[in-house]
């Protein structure tokens, strides 16, 4: 598992906005899983959803009590040398005819049975992209070509003083 052997998954921070009500989630943490709570209007103080280790699952966010409703998940944080997410995600949740569904920017996604709940669960998996390394720019290497630049145009000028005084004595 990838965010395992990286280590970082623990890096990365969320929260979660509900469009439909204006609020922000307010969750729970027991033994690495969420539950919700209630709702705050204060992103302060707002839950900060972290990816941890549960049993053999690592790197996952698991929260219960979500109604349906449309959410807006924002990465807040992310490990160093990792780029945030480019935009939000947007979790629709819709239960009908004693079914839910659900999409995820607007694209339908399975939701699986879930042994603990009597609803389901939707994945979502987020990928952070690594900073890419920029070339060094001001390294000796460009210090040196500076240099044996000035050295030729002082050259250059002292010929030319050279030159001058020499037709000027003639």
Known sequence: NEAYESGLYDKVEFKVYN???????????????????GYTADE??????VPVKVSDEVGK???????????????????????LLEDDVELSIVF?????????????VEMNADKQSQNAMVAISVVNDKI??????????????????????TGAVITVVKINRKKNND
């Open 132 to 153: 890419p390394d920029l070339p060094v720019t001001g390294d000796t290497g460009m210090v040196m070509i500076v240099a044996i630049g000035v050295i030729i145009m």
């Open 44 to 49: 302060n103080i707002a839950t900060v959803f």
């Open 96 to 108: 009908e005819n004693e079914k839910p569904t659900a999409s995820i920017a607007g694209k339908a």
């Open 61 to 83: 966010v698991k929260v219960f009590g979500v109604e349906d409703d449309v959410y807006t998940i924002i990465e807040t944080k992310t490990a160093d040398g990792y780029t």
């Open 19 to 37: 469009e439909t009500d204006k609020v922000w989630l307010a969750a729970e943490n027991l033994d690495g899983i969420y539950y919700v709570t």
